[in-house]
């Protein structure tokens, strides 16, 4: 009897934890960037209710937490420095539960130097804290991660080489897993490099609000690191729709042929959060497969595009680049001043 009530006490407890969540997540919502078109509205909603977003809500699942405290340290983009700094720690709150959100941190990058330097050197001396007291438990989770099949929900880098590679026969395996991977790599930094030299590219990050481009920044960093780092269950995508707003608004605001793709990019996307349920329904085979797992290189090899260009756009990099120019100049002078004076 009191093995049944402690039951019904802890699935109560779940159902209050599982519905908090969710409406936490639904009330932040109407913290992201409007569409503001009919089509964008389309595809924001699509993605909202796709299968993806659905699962992690039905689980409950800790990375709905983690999403809502990346999208809470987006929020200060246009604030104040405290108002930043509080989103730095929400982004250290959450790398301490789950890791991966450590990613975020690339945002510092868009501090003055002085300040990066500073919040850096702190961030990294708890992290290095952290790992100090709890690495030995660190590794035994990670190495007690088995390996998920490559043709479902799960979403890596490695999915279609290592498939591509099983199907091939064993003394060409690993040779055939090893080539495409490097190739699909290599394409990827391509595409990355020909979308940094369109001047489209640029021009169109910079008319998007503050807000757009730190959410598209914070999407780009989890998506693109989780899909290099190793496996991720389809509900971590969730992350996605930090992503959407800010391709819709290059949608709008940048040169036509950029317009069309990143229009077309943010449509990919909403397909592959609806992957499961379509592969599912569809009941698909090797080539859905294969169209999907080329649809996350692609989608991938846009949101490397975009954090390129927010590192090579940020303080941090320009003054990196101009110290040594700066100081080579200086040199210049002292050393005419000394020739004119000898």
Partial sequence: MAGSR??????????????TLDLLFIASLTLMPPPRRLAELALVL????????????????????????????????EYRLAARIIGYGLVLFAALLKYYPAVVFIILFRERPAVFAVL????????ARFWAVWHAEIMRGLANMPPGPYNTDLFAAKNLPLLVGLIVEDPM???????????????????CRRLLLLPGLRAGIAALSGREQTLLVIGSAVIAGCFFAGQSIGYRGIFLLLVLPGLLGLSRSAARGMRILCFATAAV????????ALRLALDGGFG????????WWWSVSVMLAVLADFLRESPVWRGAITAPAGQRRERGLRGGRVGRYC
């Fill in 6 to 19: 402690a039951d019904t006490a802890e699935r109560a407890r779940r159902y209050r934890r599982r519905w």
């Fill in 120 to 127: 850096a050197v702190a961030v990294t001396v708890l992290l």
């Fill in 288 to 295: 859905f497969w294969l169209v999907r797992e080329l649809g």
């Fill in 269 to 276: 996307i909403v397909l592959l959060m609806w992957g499961e």
């Fill in 46 to 77: 699509a993605a909202t209710l796709s299968t993806m977003v659905v699962f992690a809500l039905e689980r409950a699942n800790a990375d709905v937490l983690l999403f809502l405290l990346a999208l809470a340290a987006g929020l200060p983009a």
């Fill in 173 to 191: 395996k690993w040779m055939v897993t090893v080539g495409l991977y490097t190739v699909l790599t290599g394409a990827a930094l391509a595409i």
